[in-house]
């Protein structure tokens, strides 16, 4: 199955504990199809000290999710939307929102 989401793409989760939260794409995981979203299912790791400047502590960093479990962002609906893609004049793909036609 082909991903067709992107780093930077702003999405919202549709399942889970955080379920209606939205942000922006950090990395994308092809392997096991799973995303990581800036301050969304955040969980603790505890880090040991690497060096005299690098100190140890506990860190909050992003957990991945299912990508079946977001979706694209729409600012005008202002939800997760569907998608379709058009190629423009100069052969760029556009995204296009199903609902509402605009550019995501």
Do not use: W
């Not at 989760?13 to 392997?31: F, N, P």
């Not at 790791?45 to 690497?50: E, F, L, V």
Request: glycine letters at 8%.
């Amino acid at each position: 199955m082909a991903i067709k989401l992107k780093k930077n793409d702003n999405v919202m989760v549709l399942a889970g504990k955080e379920k209606g939260r939205s942000g922006k794409i950090i990395r994308i995981d092809t392997k096991k199809n799973r995303v990581y979203i800036e301050k969304i299912n955040m969980i603790k790791r505890h880090i040991k000290p690497r060096s005299a400047q690098e100190p140890g502590g506990i860190i909050d960093k992003e957990a991945p999710v299912n990508i079946s479990n977001v979706g694209l962002y729409c600012p005008k609906c202002k939800r997760a939307v569907r998608f379709s893609v058009r190629i423009s004049d100069k052969g760029k793909k556009i995204r296009l929102c199903k609902k509402c036609g605009t550019e995501v």
